[in-house]
Each structure stands twice: as C-alpha cells, then as structure tokens.
C-alpha cells in the first residue's frame, strides 16, 4: 500500500478550543459503518508524553494496514476492514477523558485503546467503563489500574510485581554483597508503584531500605535527594520515573559523584531515547521490561513470529522496538481474536470472550486474570553495555552477563 493511501482516511476535528487530529486506517472509499470497525485512542501526540505516545501511533498504524491488507478482521462469515480514530489530547488527563467520550458518542468507535501510563489509562478506562465499551491497554502495569473494579478493561501487560522480586532476587544472586538499597520515585501511578514495590520487595528479600522518597512530577533538580542517597551509600540505587526524569537524575548523579554498584531505572534502558540522551553515561544501568524483540515467540496473527514482527518495524522506522511498541501491537491481536470467537459485534459478547482470551503472539502469552490483567510471566531484565541493551535474564534470551557499574 502506498504512503498515500495509508493516510487518505485522515479527519480532523475541533475540540475545546484546540486541533485534534483524528487519523485513520485504510478503509476503501465508500465503506460504510456496518462494513468496518471502528477503534478509537486518545493518544498524547504533542505534550510530555508524546515520545510514547507516537510509539502507540506507528504500531497501530502498522497493524491496521497489515490487517485491512489481508481483507480485514473475521466476524461471523464476513471480514471486516479496521478503522483507526485518533485524538490528540496533549498529554493532559482531563483531555483524555473528554476525547474518549467523543470517540465513543460522536465516532462511535467499538473499542478503545487505552493512551500511555496507568494515570491517564485508569482515566480513559473510567469513560469506557461508563459506556461499556471494551478498552485495550497496552502501557499500563499498575495493579492500582486494575482493582477499580472495571469489567471492561484489559491490560497487555503483566503486573509491577512480576518485575520486582525477580530483579531483587537475580541481582542478590549476582552480587552477593548487596545489603542495602536506595529509592527514589516519581510521585505518579506507574512510577511510585514500582518504587513501592521495589522497597518492600528488598525487604522482602532481607535488604535494608536505607533512603526511600518520592520527587513531584516535573522536578527539575534531584541535588538534595541525591546527596542523601550518597550519605547512605547503598549498595543497590533505585530510580522510577519516566524518560525525561530519568536522564535528568543520571547526568545529576554524575554530577554529584553519586554512584553504587547497581543502578537501576525504570524503565528507562527501555528506550532507545534513554541511551541516545545519556550516551556513555547510560552504561552499566539496569532495568526490567515486559518485552524484549531478542525473544523468539511464535503464535497467531499478522505477525506468526517475534522476527516477522522486528523485520517489519525495522522495515518502517529504521530503529529497533522496545517494549510499548510489542505490547501495543499485541493489543490488537487481542480484539481480532475476541471478534473471531465472538462472532459478533455485541459489546456484551466481545467484552466476555476478550475476558475469556488466551493465545500465543509474536509478543508472547497473552492470558487475562480476574482483573483483565495479564498474567505474570518471566520477564526479561536488561543492561546497557556500550550503549547497546542486553538482556541478562531470563537464561533463553539471556545474551550478556550482567557488569558492575562503571565508578
């Protein structure tokens, strides 16, 4: 398909004062509702979290064109061609809530994908809960996320825990001298969830918490925490927070000769934006993640295989795929299998047989608990080493042994 007629469906709507670009998907002109089904996303393409948010943008751009290429998804005896409606809502929350409600009254879209982060997915969720519409989230990890009890709400991702205790128990295991840990979190769902768990995981695992707060979102100097993380001296520094934040405290740390023998950031090694920003000073810190393209995953959909997958992404983008664009993409495997199952578009059918999903994908297992959560798997925990990720566990896709960090 040309890059022309992959964008010749795009809208553009007013909203609040402000453009919202709502772009999609490849359906043949003259397509009529009944013919198509509508996915909607409020997605932060401008604002604080556009780096992610675009990562959403491509993949699903992606699917739906391999999808609408192979004559669309199964429902019933027919095939139906995807459309993808997107609006932009800046990176702010209430946003968010307002284009999600447009999508499903106004675009009457079928499903939701959720936007990036468990603060603005637990938003979004809520409107989609209000409108039983079955939503789709693909960057949200928070276990918070999912006790609202919403029952229309499915996440891609496995819950924080799953990466917490396995990184204290490996790193235990590679450095047999880590006795203490430093945390320091965002103050924001995803990032002060993994350094709550992360503090009573160490604990857990009979380390010492010897420094433990939370930064207000948009700080811009770490100084006085990171000097009282130096006082410590811990063995094991933990950071969440996302990329900006993240680059930020680490040129910080050098700054201020901060440093211990384990660094950990999440998520940021994830990102190729993480590593580009700091260059060197990347080198040596660690993270966790919930998909890694060096896994060798076979199942159903557009992309039999986690090769076909990374063959096309880097055929589209140039670059190399990190977690958001796999889980993302696996998101909309999850509705072509509801919707072959179901048979139908009934809301009510294709929210039970989402609840109801259990497949392999190019992206891994994808199997819902009782909270629309995926269930935990072994997830890979990754390092920089001259400025290149590599994964250090688990053993199968493990392709380096894990360094100290450089003093």
């Given amino acids: ?106 675009d009457k879209v079928q499903f939701l994908f959720a936007p990036f982060g468990s603060g603005h997915t637990k938003i979004v969720a809520g409107v989609g809960e209000r409108y039983q519409v079955p939503t789709i989230a693909c960057v949200a990890s928070s276990e918070s996320v999912f006790d609202q009890s919403f029952s229309h709400l499915f996440g891609t991702l496995s819950p924080n825990g799953g990466m917490t205790t396995a990184m204290v128990k490996f790193f235990k295991q590679k ?45 811009m100097d770490h100084a006085a925490a990171l000097s009282s993380i130096k006082a410590a001296k811990p063995d094991w520094i933990y950071v969440t927070g996302y990329t900006q934040d993240l680059i930020l405290a680490r040129k910080q740390m050098q700054d201020l000769g901060v440093s211990a023998p384990i660094v950990t950031m999440v998520t940021g090694p994830s990102y190729k934006e993480f590593t580009e920003g700091l260059g060197p000073l990347a080198n040596g810190v660690t993270s966790s993640s919930w998909w890694h393209y060096a896994t060798s995953y076979k199942g159903q959909g557009v992309w039999p295989t986690t090769a076909d997958f990374y063959s096309d992404f880097k055929a589209k983008t140039g670059g190399d795929p990190d977690y958001v664009h796999g889980s993302c993409a696996a998101a909309g495997e999850v509705i072509a299998d509801a919707l072959k199952r179901a048979g139908t578009l009934d809301k009510a059918k294709v929210r039970d047989a989402i609840a109801a999903t259990d497949i392999q994908t190019f992206y891994g297992p994808i199997k819902f608990g009782p909270n629309g959560m995926n269930l935990v798997r072994e997830l890979p925990i990754i390092q920089v080493q001259d400025e290149a990720i590599k994964v250090l566990a688990p053993a199968d896709i493990k392709n380096a042994d894990m360094i100290a960090m450089p003093k």
């Fill in 175 to 219: 450095f047999p001298d880590t006795k203490t840990i430093a945390v320091l979190g965002r103050d924001d769902v995803f990032p002060k969830s993994m350094a709550e768990g992360i503090a009573k995981a160490a604990e857990d695992g009979g380390l010492k918490v010897v420094y433990k707060e939370l930064y207000p979102v948009g700080t």
């Fill in 1 to 106: 398909m040309s890059r022309q007629g992959f964008f010749r469906s795009a809208r553009l709507a007013l909203m609040a004062g402000g453009l919202a670009t709502g772009i999609f998907a490849s359906v043949p002109a003259g397509a009529q509702d009944a013919d198509t089904i509508k996915i909607g996303a409020p997605l932060a393409l401008t604002g604080g979290l556009a780096d992610e948010g675009k990562k959403q943008d491509i993949v699903w751009k992606m699917w739906v064109e391999k999808v609408n290429d192979a004559g669309g998804l199964e429902v019933g005896d027919k095939k139906m061609k995807v459309e993808l409606i997107e609006y932009d809502y800046q990176s702010e929350g209430q946003r968010a809530a307002q284009l999600a409600e447009k999508l499903i009254t106004d």
